[in-house]
């Protein structure tokens, strides 16, 4: 992985990101989120590699600048700066946090936002005003870019009192997420740090062995290779577990390290974090 790495570039937004920051911050992005497809091939991170839905780390051609020029014109709305420059200099969609972002010319392009985003509130529950039946969502402002599974889905407010705010609507509730930029940077630090943490792990044994019995290994020398916090669990605490293994979880690794009873390790175990 080299040196700069965009998800980094802005840590701390202590000055106002113009178009160009946004532009810059996306393209360097893009190149950072293919590499994850090489780095997780074990499908470790959640929406990655699922059957069917997962984004497999691809991401979408850009969407050129007369298509969302016409599309601002259609709807009279100024696609939010974060979005917009997502669109045009990262992709229309693709790889991205849970599933994946929707491909906006499917989900955004033609659909019709003249009718606000009628909530300011941080959180919301339809049950308020209708609590005796079952809720139907139909909130017009939103363009919906995400799904968590579930039911569970993210969605961008385009026309309405907070333009640019991501909701993550999840049952009867509805909550707001914040801004696209930090909802999308903050799946791609996440994702960053939890490759280089597998990584870490996989260095532990030989790669191929890492899925099957692996050479007995000092759980000490495990822990100064990880160099961070973790949690052990056993069949005392959690059913289970087989009575002669331990269970290791290791922070933001998404992979667990099971030892014997004289705490040697004799295998790694993939998991999926979300």
């Known amino acids: 992985m080299e040196a700069f ?6 840590d701390k937004r202590t000055l106002a990101m113009n178009e160009n920051d946004y532009l810059n911050y996306w393209a360097k992005l893009k190149d950072e989120v293919k590499t994850f497809g090489t780095q997780d091939d074990h499908g470790v991170i959640f929406g990655s590699r699922t059957e069917r839905f997962g984004h497999d780390y691809k991401v979408l051609p850009v969407v050129p600048e007369k298509e969302l020029v016409e599309f601002e ?5 100024d696609l939010p700066l974060e979005y917009r420059t997502y669109l045009q200099s990262f992709g229309a969609g693709g790889a991205g946090p849970n599933y994946g972002i929707y491909d906006f010319r499917e989900t955004v392009q033609n659909e019709d936002f003249s009718v606000p985003f009628p909530l300011t509130e941080t959180t919301y529950s339809i049950e308020d005003d209708y609590p005796d039946d079952d809720p139907i969502w139909d909130l017009p402002g939103l363009a ?19 333009p640019g705010t991501v909701w993550c609507e999840s049952g009867t ?33 030989d790669r191929d062995s890492l899925l099957s019995s692996a050479e007995k290994i000092p759980f000490e020398e495990i822990v100064q290779t990880m160099d961070c916090g973790y949690r ?43």
């Not at 569970?152 to 385009?158: G, H, K, Q, T, V």
């Open 5 to 10: 790495r965009a998800s980094h570039f802005f």
């Open 73 to 77: 014109r259609r709807t009279g709305l």
């Open 144 to 162: 919906y870019i995400c799904s968590h599974g579930c039911a569970i889905e993210s969605a961008i407010e385009l026309n309405g009192p907070c």
């Open 173 to 205: 509730d509805i909550f707001r997420i914040g801004s696209f930029f930090d909802f999308y940077k903050e799946w791609a630090d996440k994702t960053l740090l939890r490759l280089e943490k597998f990584d870490r792990l996989k260095c532990v044994v």
């Open 232 to 274: 052990e669990g056993d069949g005392r605490e959690e059913s289970y577990i087989p009575e002669e293994e331990i269970w290791v979880y290791f922070e933001d690794t998404p992979g667990k390290v099971v030892l014997n009873r004289r705490r040697e390790m004799i295998r790694i175990e993939t998991m999926m974090l979300s």
